[in-house]
Nanobody
Framework: QVQLVESGGGLAQAGGSLSVSCAVS????????IGWFRQVPGKEREFVAG?????????YLADSVKGRFTISRDNAKSTVFLQMHSLKPEDTAVYYC???????????????????WGQGTQVTVSS
């Protein structure tokens, strides 16, 4: 049974940094993309970053976070990380990690493409 468990997050001031982690278990992922999404009340869930579980180390970042956020993986720890710097109040959201059911040829930023989801972790950035 695949499980994704987010941890980290919390409260930061604008300009500060936070990191969130996604621990993955019960899987047989290969080139599956692990993605980070975020959602605020009343808005749709939006793609933030993605990385393949194995193989290419290429990362994918939404334009809104390029230059500020970094996604990485540690396969030995079965964990994907999202490091967030130069945080802005508009980064405030619940952050979710998600995984494809089958490895796609190309990155999808659509939440419906992802099958497995974590429970989410709150990130709050104060101005």
């Amino acid at each position: 049974q695949v499980q994704l468990v987010e941890s980290g997050g919390g409260l930061a001031q604008a300009g500060g940094s936070l990191s969130v982690s996604c621990a993955v278990s019960g899987h047989r992922f290969t080139r599956h993309i692990i993605g980070w999404f975020r959602q605020v009340p009343g808005k749709e869930r939006e793609f933030v970053a993605g990385i393949r579980w194995s193989g290419s180390s290429r990362t994918y970042l939404a334009d809104s976070v390029k230059g500020r956020f970094t996604i990485s993986r540690d396969n030995a720890k079965s964990t994907v990380f999202l490091q967030m710097h130069s945080l802005k109040p508009e980064d405030t959201a619940v952050y979710y990690c998600a995984a494809e059911q089958s490895p796609g040829i190309a990155l999808s930023t659509m939440p419906l493409h992802y099958y497995y989801w974590g429970q989410g972790t709150q990130v709050t950035v104060s101005s």
